[in-house]
């Protein structure tokens, strides 16, 4: 019996044994193998890809980690610290700075041994927001000396000596604009690459002020105070962008995925060039890399190596990892083949899809596969293989527990995948319905140019191959800008996509902006004065005091000493009233007059001065002046009253017939047709009236009384209010600087002048060039192009989606012109008619009793000429009727305009003048 029990207990061991044999067998099979690092945000999205690679080929569950806090985090928890006595807290970290000397040496006294393995490569550039139109042909170039004082503030503007003489070609048309220097606020690895690069570049300088004497690395403490600290390479992106003048640094990939700012060109040991031209791994195959994987490498960098293509500030990204991973079991060896994969030719390709610089292959091959053979894994931990995706599959060794397999996949990545392509053609049929699509442009505005913008728009929208949809609504200079503004329930964003006045945005509204606006002229206008006294050889004359006076109600009659001191030949009834008529309502040509009133005779004598007040809209105009409604109403009552005065647009009265006030400028009296409109506004350029940056608030800018000797006083400037942002618009963003572009063009500035007002200098059309150059549109929206409709075809590109071309026409259109045409010939011959009767009445003879004859012959000359002349404005009217029938008939884009059936569209005259 005892012999039966111990056999039994003896059993029961045995069994227990044999599961607590089965459970650790059964334990080792299904541990999961743990990979944790940290360290750069850089390759974070790279690296936590490649772990989800890695998990998802692996036939054993792994759990991989990467926790992205950058270069000097990661650095330091893989070294550990005293109290952990200097042990990792992950088991990789990476960096885009080698381990620095302090750390390397705690590692050494821990008995650790670490190796660098580098496994990407990237580029620091400067980019500056410069204007194109300022800049030498092939850009601007800047030595490691000047980039030195640049960002030590030893120089401080963009036309200093030194940079002139780099950048032959570099012109500012006598400005001396200053260089905005923007830099990193917290640690960066860029600030590190380009401080180190301007100063291990500058080393062995002649030129003593061309040392960096500020420290280096990824933060600094002593940055000059005139600097601007932006956070992050949005932050320092963003600053270039938006301010004229401005230099930093960035990432190259990221400064040259934005179109409105540009790189500059750095000088390596054969001359200038870009990023865009370097070969950036030829800094690493120059580069003399440590011998023994295992030494200090901080004093490892890629800057200014030899080589035509290199690139002077080359950057390179570290895995930082202990040479003995023994202690680490089955995760060393799953480290070693994390890190071989990202080494491998899928891992490299990866890298570029991540925005960086593959290794080149020699290095690869050689250094790196060296450095990671070098990497000493427990002898019982098994180590990793892979089978690819698009090989052979390996037979029965494929299926091995250590196998990373391609032809493993979870269905979260298949269906990612899947997803992916989906996205694709997702896209392509967004884009080809986005082409189907009208590109819309809308704005508000003055009301002036109205009628301009609107035959504009409709030429746009004539020659453009896809549809466009183009509205402007015209509701005066103040709704303008209130609507290009926005307002609070807005979020101050505009509610169109431009806004137009007749004046500047004032500075509360413009103090509210959510984002930087532009102010662009596009067009000049003039008010005058005119009145209805009799006709007489020389026009009435008027200073600022005198005028100042008139409609103040100070002088109120037209015999008055001040209205005779400087009118001596004028003779007018005694005590005769003088009749002044100024608009109701809120007006431009108000203020323009008001407001050079007020600024003319600031410093005249008290009795001089404007104590009214200024602007669009007076409360206080002394009772007994007369109101008119409107620009007519001002004219129907100058027309109806005999010595009446008031102001109006220049053409406006001048197409009406009205007598002018010649007005002073500082060196005489002239009337507007003898002035120079442009004038005004060149000289307000040169005097730096208007803003050297266009974002800046605009509120003080007016043309009133500029030197020169035609520059006329009162001179007004009509302008697009656009944010300088367009990113967010799309195709409407680019649209609408093409629109503003077409304005500015030489077709746009003849309009101009046919719709009444006058167009800009080359000045201030240059000017406004640069301006459009800061508006930043999005940059995958395509840029609308021209071809002239007196051009030669542009053979194929002509026909481009994009193209704006004159050759395509509506039938409206053509007939419109035309129309035209023959009204031109048609008023011609009224005028030679009006000729040949003004002879023949002064050719009469002298009438007598005897001669009752030949007055009756002359009376039939003179009868038959008034006839041809009434027939001659019979079909004027006719015509007149015509172009009004088209226009009505008309309607839409691509409209016909027949004649209603059964009428005659047009009546063949003697001369072949077709009406």
Same mark, same amino acid.
């Given at each position: ?28 099979? /299904? ?78 006294? $821990? ?20 204007? *194109? ?40 048309? #006598? ?10 606020? *917290? ?43 932006? @956070? ?24 040259? =995925? ?51 293509? /290199?690139?002077?500030?080359? /950057? ?64 019982? =931990? ?91 609504? $015209? ?49 000049? #206008? ?36 001040? *209205? ?27 203020? #323009? ?81 003898? $002035?120079?409109? #442009? ?60 629109? @503003? ?102 050719? =009469? ?16 000359? @003179? ?43 047009? @009546? ?8």
């Amino acid at each position: 019996m005892n012999k039966y029990i111990s056999c039994l207990v003896y059993a029961s061991i045995m069994f227990s044994c044999f599961t607590l044999l089965l459970d650790v067998v059964i334990a080792e099979e /299904t541990e999961v193998i743990e990979l944790h690092g940290s360290g750069t945000t850089n390759p974070s999205k790279y690296f936590w890809r490649i772990m989800d690679y890695i998990e998802e080929q692996a036939k054993l569950p792994l759990f991989m980690t990467y926790r992205a806090v950058g270069s000097g985090t990661g650095m330091a928890e893989f070294v550990g610290q005293a109290s952990n006595d200097y042990q990792p807290y992950n088991h990789f970290g990476s960096g885009d700075i080698p381990i620095t000397s302090d750390l390397y040496q705690a590692l050494a006294e $821990a008995n650790r041994t670490m190796v660098h393995v580098p496994f990407a490569l990237g580029a620091i550039s400067f980019f500056h927001s410069v204007p *194109v139109k300022e800049q030498p042909e092939n850009g601007i170039q800047l030595s490691p000396c000047l980039l030195s004082k640049i960002f030590q503030r030893k120089i401080k503007y963009w036309d200093h000596p030194d940079i002139l003489a780099e950048n032959d070609g570099l012109s500012f048309n #006598g400005k001396s604009p200053e260089i905005k220097v923007v830099h990193r606020t *917290v640690g960066s690895s860029s600030t590190a690459a380009s401080t180190e690069y301007m100063k291990s570049a500058n080393l062995n300088a002649v030129d003593t002020s061309c040392l960096w004497d500020l420290s280096t690395g990824n933060l600094l403490e002593d940055w000059p105070v005139d600097t601007t600290a932006a @956070v992050g390479s949005g932050g320092v992106a963003a600053f270039i962008e938006n301010t004229p003048y401005a230099i930093g640094y960035l990432d190259s990939g990221h400064g040259q =995925a934005i179109s409105t700012i540009s790189e500059v060109a750095l000088k390596n040991d054969h001359g200038y060039l870009r990023s865009t031209d370097a070969n950036i791994s030829d800094a690493l195959t120059a580069a003399v890399l440590p011998t023994n994987p295992t030494d200090n490498w901080a004093d490892v960098q890629l800057y200014s190596q030899p080589g035509v293509a /290199t690139w002077p500030i080359t /950057t390179m990204s570290y895995f930082y990892i202990d040479q003995n991973l023994t202690a680490l079991g089955s995760t060393g060896t799953l480290l070693k083949a994390f890190v071989q994969h990202v080494m491998s030719e899928a891992g490299q390709a990866l890298v570029e899809e991540f925005g960086f610089e593959r290794l080149p292959p020699s290095i690869v091959d050689g250094y790196i596969t060296d450095t990671i053979n070098s990497l000493v894994t427990h002898s019982d =931990a098994a180590p990793w293989s892979f089978e690819e995706k698009d090989e052979v599959p390996q037979k029965f060794v494929g299926a091995g527990k250590y196998v990373l397999s391609g032809k493993r996949q979870s269905y979260a990545e298949y269906e990612r995948d899947q997803m992916s392509g989906q996205i694709q053609d997702l896209q392509a049929s967004v884009l080809a319905l986005d082409a189907r699509a009208p590109h819309e442009l809308h704005g508000s505005g003055t009301t002036n140019p109205s009628k301009f913008f609107w035959r504009l728009m409709d030429l746009m929208e004539e020659r453009a191959k896809l549809p466009l949809f183009m509205t402007y609504r $015209a509701v005066g200079s103040s709704t303008g800008m209130k609507e290009a503004v926005g307002d609070e329930s807005s979020g101050y964003m505009p509610y169109n996509h431009f806004g137009s006045g007749d004046i500047p945005v004032t500075q509360e509204l413009h103090s509210s902006l959510a984002s930087p606006m532009v102010h662009v002229p596009f067009a000049l #206008g003039a008010i005058a004065i005119f009145h209805s006294l009799p006709a007489s050889d020389s026009p009435v004359q008027m200073s600022a005091c005198l005028l100042s006076k008139v409609f103040q109600r100070r002088v109120t009659t037209w015999d008055h000493a001040d *209205v005779l001191a400087e009118n001596p030949g004028l003779s007018v009834p005694e005590g005769m009233n003088i009749s002044v008529v100024h608009r109701s309502l809120g007006s431009s040509s108000t203020a #323009g007059l008001t407001e050079y009133l007020d600024k003319a005779t600031q410093s005249l004598a008290s009795d001089c001065r404007w104590d009214l007040e200024t602007g669009s809209q007076l409360s206080d105009w002394p009772q007994d002046t007369f109101v008119g409604v409107g620009s007519d109403g001002v004219a129907a009552f100058i027309r109806d009253n005999a010595y009446a005065i008031g102001y109006l647009d220049a053409g406006h009265g001048m197409d009406l017939g009205f007598q002018e006030v010649a007005l002073q400028n500082d060196e005489q009296y002239l009337v507007s047709s003898a $002035a120079d409109i #442009g004038a005004a506004a060149t000289e307000a350029l040169k005097a730096s009236v208007l803003p050297a940056d266009p974002s800046e608030s605009w509120h003080m800018v007016n043309l009133y009384s500029q030197p020169g000797s035609l520059s006329w006083p009162i001179t007004t400037m009509s302008y697009f209010y656009i944010r300088k942002d367009l990113k967010d618009l799309g195709s409407s963003g680019t649209l609408l600087k093409a629109f @503003v572009s077409h304005v500015l063009s030489t077709e746009g500035q003849d309009l101009v002048e046919e719709f009444g007002f006058n167009r800009l200098s080359a000045e201030i059309l240059e000017y406004n060039a640069r301006t459009l150059e800061s508006v930043a549109v999005d940059s995958t929206a395509a840029n609308w192009e021209f071809e002239e409709g007196s051009d030669v075809p542009d053979v194929y590109q002509g026909a481009g989606k994009y193209v704006l071309s004159g050759k395509r026409r509506t039938y409206t259109d053509y007939k419109t012109d035309l129309i035209q045409d023959n009204l031109s010939q048609l008023e011609a011959l009224v005028t030679q008619l009006q000729a040949k009767i003004t002879t023949l009445e002064s050719a =009469a003879p002298v009438s007598s009793d005897d001669d009752d004859h030949d007055d009756d012959d002359h009376e039939d000359i @003179v009868g038959v000429a008034i006839a041809a002349l009434i027939l001659a404005l019979l079909a004027l009217l006719l015509s007149l009727f015509n172009t009004y029938k088209a226009h009505a008939s008309g309607g839409g884009l691509g409209s016909g305009c027949a004649a209603p059936q059964g009428q005659p569209n047009h @009546v063949k005259m003697s001369n072949d003048v077709t009406v």
